[in-house]
Each structure stands twice: as C-alpha cells, then as structure tokens.
C-alpha cells in the first residue's frame, strides 16, 4: 500500500507540473465566470444559463484534463526510460498503475473541488442558495471522469499519446451517443448491424448515466436511487478497464 501510495503522490507532483493543466482549469473558470454576463442577456433564463454552462465547463474541462495527462501517464515513464529503474525496484506493475491512475484521480478531485468552489460560490451569489442537485450532478461528472481516466490509462499502458487521445475521445463521444446506437441498430433491416450495434452498446461506457445536467438546470425530480446505482456502475466498469489495463501492462517486454 506505501508503494502504491508513494506513486500516486509522485504522480500527483509531476501532473501539477504540467502546463497544460493550468491552462485548463484557467479557461474553465473563466468560462464558468463568463456564465454571468451570459446570463444577463437572457432574460428570466439568467440563473438557467449560470447553471447550465458551470456543470458543462466541469464536465468538458474535466474530461481534457484527464485525457491530456492521463494519455501520457506511462508512456512518459518508458519514453525517459524511468520505467527500467521502477519495475527494477520491489514494485509490482500492478502497484505502478494503480498508484499512476489513483494520482491522476487525485489531481482531477483538486481541479474538480476548485472549479466546483467558484462554480457554487457564483450560484450562491445569484440564487442565493444551492440544491443537492447540483452537488449530485459534480459527484456524477467525477465519477465519469474516473471511467474516461480509467481509459486513458488503458490505451496508454500499450500504444503512443497521439492514438490514446483519439481512442479515449471517441470512446468518450460513442459513450454518450451508445443509446442513439441502440436504437438505430434496432430499426436497420441487417442483421449484422443489429447485432454490431447491440454489441457495441454492452461493451462501451453508456456515459449518460451520469448526465442529470439538463434534469438539474430545469429542476426535475431524479429517479430513485440513480445516483447510488450510476455510481456502482461507475466503479464497477472502472474496476474492469483497470483490470484490463494490469493485465495488458504485465505482459509488456521493456526489455
């Protein structure tokens, strides 16, 4: 556990470090701020829009976040050859991505809590009060994230930065898009199609059982338990793609 530890926090330092993270979360909350003077064109829409594009900002930040540092998070480790003087020391593989995907996870929750703080505070300021919902919809977002995490470290544990960001931004896309698949495959007259498509369906993340964002901006009642089951199917798909990960990342030669 120390040894898993003492990566993850290594991990956490050298994300930090990263420009590219900063320039995120910057462009984020400005746009999260920037909801404001949005809102006062639209009249009687204001705390609407406030809302609407603080949950979005989270979201999409957030999902860059963890594709642009997650993509590199091994690669960078064989690139600079550190990876011989890891796996070299009493440090199993499965220890070394476990404690890389918990660092990044971490950096996410640091910039998740700042955006989720200037986010409430403005909410807050113009409503003068914030609902579960809210909080419910950021705790979905996270656990998404942690799916989309989960990916980039998969594709990371055995091809280029450039391949992962493409595959974990189209898998990220297709994921909110897996129940649309369904339902066209359903009304194609091919057999191969239907069966394809219901396939795909199974086997990709369906990322929207974490957006309640546009249920939260109108104020609709959520069904029973959603948060509680989205967040078991959250953790367990993640556990999966890690296994996948693990089990892909030891049979690698760095030789």
Same mark, same amino acid.
């Given at each position: 556990?120390?040894?898993?530890?003492?990566?993850?926090?290594?991990?956490?330092?050298?994300?930090?470090?990263?420009?590219?993270?900063?320039?995120?979360?910057?462009?984020?909350?400005?746009?999260?701020?920037?909801?404001?003077?949005?809102?006062?064109?639209?009249?009687?829409? $204001? $705390?609407?829009?406030?809302?609407?594009?603080?949950?979005?900002?989270?979201?999409?930040?957030?999902?860059?976040?963890? @594709?642009?540092?997650?993509?590199?998070?091994?690669?960078?480790?064989?690139?600079?050859?550190?990876?011989?003087?890891?796996?070299?020391?009493?440090?199993?593989?499965?220890?070394?991505?476990?404690?890389?995907?918990?660092?990044?996870?971490?950096?996410?929750?640091?910039?998740?809590?700042?955006?989720?703080?200037?986010?409430?505070?403005?909410?807050?300021?113009?409503?003068?009060? @914030?609902?579960?919902?809210?909080?419910?919809?950021?705790?979905?977002?996270?656990?998404?994230?942690?799916?989309?995490?989960?990916?980039?470290?998969?594709?990371?544990?055995?091809?280029?930065?450039?391949?992962?960001?493409?595959?974990?931004?189209?898998?990220? @896309?297709?994921?909110?898009?897996?129940?649309?698949?369904? @339902?066209?495959?359903?009304?194609?007259?091919?057999?191969?199609?239907?069966?394809?498509?219901?396939?795909?369906?199974?086997?990709?993340?369906?990322?929207?059982?974490?957006?309640?964002?546009?249920?939260?901006?109108?104020?609709?009642?959520?069904?029973?338990?959603?948060?509680?089951?989205?967040?078991?199917?959250?953790?367990?798909?993640?556990?999966?793609?890690?296994?996948?990960?693990?089990?892909?990342?030891? $049979?690698?030669?760095?030789?």
């Amino acid at each position: 556990m120390r040894k898993i530890q003492a990566i993850m926090i290594n991990t956490f330092r050298e994300a930090v470090r990263d420009r590219i993270l900063y320039n995120l979360l910057l462009f984020a909350l400005l746009i999260i701020g920037g909801s404001i003077l949005l809102g006062t064109l639209t009249i009687g829409e $204001q $705390q609407k829009i406030i809302k609407d594009m603080g949950l979005a900002s989270i979201s999409i930040f957030g999902t860059l976040i963890a @594709v642009f540092v997650g993509i590199g998070l091994v690669y960078k480790e064989i690139e600079r050859k550190t990876i011989y003087n890891i796996i070299a020391k009493p440090v199993h593989r499965y220890q070394f991505l476990i404690g890389k995907y918990l660092g990044l996870i971490l950096t996410l929750l640091v910039n998740v809590l700042i955006m989720t703080g200037v986010f409430l505070s403005i909410v807050y300021f113009m409503d003068g009060s @914030v609902k579960l919902k809210l909080i419910e919809a950021i705790f979905l977002i996270f656990m998404e994230l942690m799916i989309v995490t989960a990916i980039a470290l998969l594709f990371s544990t055995f091809t280029t930065p450039t391949l992962s960001a493409i595959f974990t931004l189209a898998i990220y @896309v297709i994921g909110h898009l897996s129940r649309d698949l369904k @339902v066209f495959g359903a009304k194609s007259e091919l057999a191969w199609v239907r069966h394809l498509t219901k396939f795909l369906y199974y086997l990709m993340p369906n990322l929207e059982n974490f957006n309640i964002k546009g249920m939260v901006v109108h104020n609709l009642t959520l069904p029973a338990n959603f948060t509680l089951l989205s967040s078991l199917y959250g953790l367990l798909y993640t556990g999966i793609l890690l296994i996948v990960a693990i089990a892909i990342f030891q $049979q690698r030669d760095f030789r």
